[in-house]
């Protein structure tokens, strides 16, 4: 089954407990659901959890679902940021070459991969753009029509970098199937470096 939509939200790194920050991301996650919903829309609410850049693994995850759950936000699927680490050779192969070999480089200097680039990929995946063959509790990762995002507003400088990656790639024409939802708080919900 292809979706009309897929929501993510809640987006959470595992050295990291559930905050407030969270908490509204799932409820606001549930009023567009509802929306779409009464339209018609069908509507896969996903949630990435970052398991690639934090050291310590302190999350919950049982606890962080049983709570999604108890507040009707329960996720269709949940992935994890280092299972997209595969695809970047695909990724970078599809995508200009000043741009590719500028995250080539970086990636060579630092060791790691940037977030812009798993956004990039996060996005393509959603969409079914590329194979995505991980399963969450058996089940097959829901792709959509559309994708939104719903993040808090720290996120918007590397999300811009991550859809100009796409719109730098041979996957441009998805790029206005891409939706971000930003909303300020006053909780700085994390402070990992964000590339």
Known sequence: MIFDYSIEYSHIYTDENLNDSHRLSA????????????????????????????????????????????????????????????????????????????????????GKIPCSLFIAIWYLIRLGVIEFNQKWHEKEFPIAEKVITILPSIFKEVESKGLNIIKNSNYAQYAGNIETSFFDTSNNAHEHKLW
């Open 27 to 110: 409820k606001l996650m549930t009023e567009r659901r509802a929306v779409l919903e009464a339209s018609g829309a069908s509507v896969a609410p996903i949630v990435l959890i970052d398991n690639y850049n934090p050291v310590d693994h302190i999350l919950d995850i049982d606890s962080f679902l049983k709570e999604m759950q108890g507040a009707s936000a329960e996720p269709l699927f949940v992935g994890f940021e280092a299972d997209l680490a595969y695809l970047v050779d695909e990724v970078l192969f599809n995508t200009k070459p000043k741009i590719s070999k500028g995250y080539a480089r970086w990636i060579a200097s630092r």
